[in-house]
C-alpha cells in the first residue's frame, strides 16, 4: 500500500484552506456532507465546458454561499444571468430550502491551476490524441506561464493496451515535503472506450515576492565564447603586445634611404 497525502489537505495549517467552511452538530454533519457532495456534482456537470477549478461552500444560520471558481465566467454566468438564476433554485432546493447565493471568481491564468490542466490533459485523451502529446504541451505550457515546476502522471490502459501502467512527466521543481512550498494538486479522469485513465497534475506556484527563476546556462554560454574570442586575434593581452612593439621598429628602418 502506497502511503501517499493529498498535497492540499497536507498543507491546511500552513497556506490552504477548506473547501466547506461551516460547523455542524453531530446530528446535522452527515446532512450537510452530504448536501455538499450533490452541489459539486451538480456544478460540475452542469458547467462542464466552463472550466470550473474548485467548489467552495460557506453556511450560515438559514443561508449558503456558493463560490465557484472558473475561467470562463461568461459561460456561467450565461445570457442576462439566467444561468445563475436557474442554479440557484437548483441549489436551493438541494439544501432544504435555504437562501443561496452564488459568486463568481474569475481566474486569471488557468494553465498554472493543477485542476484544470489536468482536465485538459483527460479532455485530449478522450479526444484520441496521444497521451504522451497531450502530456508534454501540457508541461512546456506551464512552465512557460513561470511555474517553478510541474509533474503530470497519468495510469490507466494507456493506448488501449491489455495491461494497465502508468507514466509520468516531471519539469522543474516540486519540492512535496516543503510544507510552505505552495504546491497545488489535481486530480481528472478520462472515460475512454477501453477504461477509466487517472490523470494526477501537481504545479509549483512561484514564492510571492521571489526573484525570478535564475537560468545558469546563458552565462556559461558567454564564457565558452570568451575563451574562443582570446584565442583567435582580439583585444586580448596576447595581441596588444606586438601592436606596442611596432613602433619601436619604425625608427630603425628609417636610416637606410639617406645612407643610400
Known amino acids: 500500500m502506497g502511503q501517499k497525502v493529498n498535497p492540499i489537505g497536507f498543507r491546511l495549517a500552513v497556506n490552504r484552506d477548506w473547501r466547506s467552511r461551516w460547523f455542524a452538530t453531530k446530528k446535522e454533519m452527515p446532512e450537510f456532507l452530504l448536501s455538499d457532495v450533490k452541489i459539486r456534482a451538480y456544478v460540475k456537470k452542469k458547467l462542464q465546458l466552463a472550466a470550473v477549478s474548485k467548489v467552495v461552500i ?22 442576462k444571468g439566467a444561468e445563475i438564476e436557474k442554479m440557484t433554485d437548483d441549489i436551493s432546493k438541494m439544501s432544504g ?6 459568486d463568481i471568481v474569475e481566474i486569471k ?3 498554472l491551476d493543477a485542476q484544470l490542466v489536468a482536465e485538459n490533459v483527460s479532455l485530449q485523451i478522450e ?3 496521444s497521451f504522451r502529446r497531450a502530456m508534454k504541451k501540457a ?8 511555474a517553478r515546476g510541474i509533474k503530470i502522471r497519468c495510469s490507466g490502459r494507456l493506448g488501449g493496451a491489455e495491461i494497465s501502467r502508468a507514466e509520468w512527466y516531471r519539469e522543474g ?8 512550498q505552495a504546491i497545488d494538486y489535481g486530480f481528472a479522469e478520462a472515460l475512454t472506450v477501453y477504461g477509466k485513465i487517472g490523470v494526477k497534475c501537481w504545479v509549483c506556484h512561484p514564492e510571492e515576492g521571489a526573484p525570478e527563476r535564475e537560468r545558469p546556462e546563458r552565462p556559461q554560454r558567454r564564457d565558452r565564447q570568451d575563451r574562443g574570442n582570446r584565442r583567435g586575434p582580439g583585444p586580448g593581452p596576447a595581441a596588444a603586445a606586438p601592436e606596442a612593439a611596432a613602433p619601436a ?6 636610416p637606410e634611404p639617406a645612407a643610400v
Open 139 to 146: 508541461v512546456q505550457t506551464t512552465m512557460d506561464f513561470g
Open 58 to 79: 460557506e453556511r450560515a444560520w438559514n443561508s449558503l454561499r456558493v463560490t465557484i471558481h472558473t475561467a470562463r465566467p461568461g459561460i456561467v454566468i450565461g445570457r
Open 97 to 102: 430550502g435555504k437562501q443561496v447565493k452564488i
Open 109 to 111: 491564468t488557468p494553465e
Open 173 to 180: 521543481k516540486i519540492p512535496l515535503q516543503t510544507l510552505r
Open 127 to 129: 479526444r484520441r490524441i
Open 249 to 254: 621598429e619604425e625608427p630603425a628602418a628609417a
